[in-house]
Structures are given as C-alpha cells and as structure tokens.
C-alpha cells in the first residue's frame, strides 16, 4: 500500500519505517528541511535502539522515502498517517491541536483520489470530527474517510512493540476503511496481534484511558511503596505478590521515582480535560496526576535524611538522568526536578548518562557531566542510581570507590540491599 506518514517525530518515524519493512512503499514527510537531508543520509534524530538499520535498509531498496513535500506526498498515497505532536497547551491542560488542523486543511487542499486520513498522534475524544469538518469544507465526502489508530509505542522498546503489539485498535466509522486498515496490519494480526475495530471516538478514548490507567497503576505502586518503606516491608515482594493474580497483572509495578516522559504527564492531563469538558469529574487520574506531581519532594526529602540534613557542599553522583532506559528523551524526567533543587542546595553534582551531556543542566551551578561511571562515583558522598539502564546494573562499587562512608539510594531497585550492605556500604532503596 501507498503509505504517507506526516511528521517524522517518533511516532511518525518509526510507524512509517515500520510500515516500509513490511513491504510498503511509505513517504515521511516533515517540514523541517535540516531533519530531511539528515534522514536521507541516515542521520537519525532520536535515540531508538534498531531504528538506524531500519532506515537505512529501507531507504536502499526505496520503499522508504523522505521528503518535505507535503502536498505532492499526500497525493501520491492512498493512507495518510497524521503523526504530529499534539503536547500540553500552554497555560491550560488540554492538549495543543493546532499542528493537527494546520495538517488537516493541508490535506484538504491535496485530495485527487479517495484518501484514508488517520490520526496516529494522541488526540482528544472528538479530534477526528473536527478534522473531518475541515476537510469536508474543501472535498466531497465520499473522497475521504477519517479513522483513528493510536500508537502504543514505548521509547526504547518502539520496534518491538510496533512489530509485537498486543493489539491493533482501528476506531473508524466507514467499514470499508476499517477493512482496508486491517488489511494494512495483516502481517502483525497474522503473527498473533489482536486487532479491535471500534468507531473513532472509542479508539480516540481508548490510547488515553490505557495511558492513565497505566500511570495510575504506577502511581499506585509508588504510594504502596512509601507505606512499605515505613512498615519494614520489601516493595519488590508485594509487586510479586499482586502481580501474579492475572486480573492485576505484573507489569507496570515497578516501584521507583516520578513517572515521566512525553506521554503519562502530558496524557492524564489532557484526559482529565477533555472529561472536564462533558462535565465529568476523573478524580482517580486526577488524584493520580497530583500524587505523581508530589513525588520527587518526597524523593528529595529522602535525600535530605540520607544526608543527614546536610546536602550543603555533599559530593552528589546521579547515574542516569533520562527519564527512564534507552531513551535519551528528557521530558518530564524526575531528574530535571531534583538536581536544580539539590544544586541550589549547595551540592556538588556529578551525573553520568549513557546518552551523555544534558543541556537542561548546562546553566546549574556545581553540576558537571561526567564521562564513565568510574568518573561519577569517585568521590561521592551519596550515589543517586535514577535510570535502570543496564550498564548500572552490575556496578563493583568497592573498586570505584575506597571510602565505606558511600552512600547509595537505589531509585529503581536494581541491587540487592544484602549485597550492597554486605560490601559495607549504606544502601536505601524504594519501599523498602
Ligand atoms: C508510554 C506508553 O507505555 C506507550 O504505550 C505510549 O504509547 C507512550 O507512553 P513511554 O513514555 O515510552 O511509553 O514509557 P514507559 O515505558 O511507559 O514509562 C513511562 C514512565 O513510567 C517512565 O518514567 C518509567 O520509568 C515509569 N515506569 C514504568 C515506572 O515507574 N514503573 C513501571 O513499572 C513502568
């Protein structure tokens, strides 16, 4: 099939390479003309495990092509994916759409034969009327049919989870396009990928209630946690324990700090806005949003114990700063929260990333990127492991470090208490 992504952001991108390993022909389209000539040279903008190769096997044999022709794009393809970011309106929490009808009358203007429009970004309960209203001002209605089939896409894990989804959610109000749609993700289906047909409202609501549900399910193991902590109880046995009963399932149970991330904050916010909006209050996401946004003071209050009360000139070392593994993805990462507040409590920062310098702290005093983590550990007074990424996990603390004195607040859990205290170190972990 003839496939047009809009927007080559991570969405657009990886759906749209995806799409061109399958076996159809797909054009990436992106008005950022730097971002084009790099793709072109296989010069990827994200950080994706997998993604590189992908591109560059599929810009070879030519079913992948970028371009910053929109017009020409949408006119050459039979489906047209609208992957534009849709982030929090300022000064409200609702989401920006303005990108989406900017690309909608777009579309509208370059309709020469019958089109499928879907949304692949997140959008609002009601964003595929809008759009079709827009097109319906320029084009016949039986030229086009606007669907919607939200993404599930986890950073660092987006390949895998586009080519394994457990399910494929088609939300369409014409039968005939829903058909086609399905018959576009057929190789996935046939692979054992459940597919759902649904009418575009539902699939609209479906991609943000999975995402608050999945926040809230964090959110929920984050407050057990804290009683766990005061209870001398190990979190990472009650996540097991609730975890097998397959109704609550073990997944998302990871105990840790603030969720983060370009989906969950933006994401619950935006639901809870569009709830306001029919009038119906969503006080479990709301409830979920402020606890989430209480939880790295909760954090840093810890830190200050740990500390004795002294953070004043204590030597700080952050492993990991992203807001979770195999991303270099800052947003809304609980990190941006707790180094300024630390730096501005006098404490000597030292942090090390896989994905390296981070700009957000470019303008803090005391915080300095590191280059190993050999680097960031020597010297440090407490040692703050943040990102589960893996190459944290194995750390032999003894030989980095002489003085029994380290401290190490395991933000994910990754070590065994035992074996850090057995070393001689003072270990503190999450609940536990
Ligand atoms: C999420 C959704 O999972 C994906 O389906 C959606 O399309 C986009 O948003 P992503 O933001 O890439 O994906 O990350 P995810 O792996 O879901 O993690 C989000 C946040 O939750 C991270 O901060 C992570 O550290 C945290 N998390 C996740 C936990 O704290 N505990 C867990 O058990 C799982």
Redesign the pocket.
């Known amino acids: 099939m003839k496939l047009c992504m809009i927007g080559t952001g991570y969405v657009g991108l990886v759906s749209g390479v995806c799409f061109s390993d399958l076996g159809n022909e797909v054009i990436c389209v992106d008005k950022d003309q730097d971002k084009i000539n790099n793709l072109k040279q296989g010069i990827i903008p994200i950080y994706e495990p997998g993604l590189e190769e992908l591109v560059l096997k599929n810009y070879k044999n030519k079913r992948l092509k970028f371009s910053t022709n929109l017009s020409n794009s949408i006119k050459k393809s039979d489906i047209v994916f609208i992957c534009v970011g849709t982030p929090t309106k300022k000064n409200s929490t609702g989401a920006d759409l303005s990108q989406i009808f900017s690309v909608a009358k777009e579309i509208s203007k370059s309709i020469n034969k019958f089109k499928i429009i879907i949304t692949k970004s997140?959008v609002p309960v009601t964003t595929g009327d809008e759009i079709e209203k827009i097109l319906s001002k320029k084009v016949n209605k039986n030229k086009f049919s606007v669907a919607s089939n939200?993404?599930?896409?986890?950073?660092?894990?987006?390949i895998r989870?586009f080519i394994y989804p457990d399910r494929v959610v088609i939300g369409s109000n014409d039968k005939k396009s829903a058909t086609k749609l399905r018959n576009l993700y057929s190789p996935l289906i046939s692979k054992g990928a459940k597919f759902i047909s649904t009418n575009r409202r539902a699939a609209e609501l479906i991609?943000y209630a999975?995402?608050a549900f999945?926040?809230t399910?964090?959110t929920f193991?984050?407050e057990i946690a804290n009683l766990c902590e005061k209870a001398q109880i190990d979190v990472e046995d009650i996540s097991i324990g609730i975890g097998l009963d397959k109704r609550i399932g073990s997944?998302?149970?990871?105990?840790?700090?603030?969720?983060?991330?370009?989906?969950?904050p933006k994401?619950t916010k935006a639901i809870v806005n569009t709830a306001d909006k029919f009038k119906i209050n969503l006080s479990v996401i709301k409830s979920v949003i402020n606890s989430n946004s209480l939880r790295s003071k909760l954090l840093l209050k810890k830190v200050n114990e740990i500390l004795n009360k002294k953070i004043r000139n204590k030597n700080i070392c952050f492993l990991g700063v992203t807001?979770?593994a195999n991303?270099d993805?800052m947003r809304d990462?609980?990190s941006l929260e707790m180094i300024p507040f630390l730096s501005k409590k006098g404490a000597q920062i030292k942090y090390y990333d896989p994905t390296g310098f981070k700009k957000e702290f470019s303008n803090l005093k005391n915080v300095n990127f590191a280059n190993s983590i050999g680097e960031a550990v020597k010297g440090s007074d407490l040692v703050i492991l943040h990102t589960?990424w893996n190459d944290f996990k194995s750390i032999n603390f003894k030989k980095l470090h002489s003085s029994k004195n380290l401290k190490i607040y395991d933000m994910r859990n990754i070590y065994s208490p035992l074996k850090i205290k057995s070393q001689g170190f003072k270990y503190f972990g999450i609940g536990r």
């Open positions: 997140t939200p993404e599930f896409l986890r950073e660092g894990e987006a989870d991609k999975s995402n999945l926040a399910k964090i193991i984050n997944r998302f149970l990871r105990a840790g700090p603030a969720y983060g991330g370009s989906c969950f994401d807001f979770k991303t993805d990462s609980s589960e």
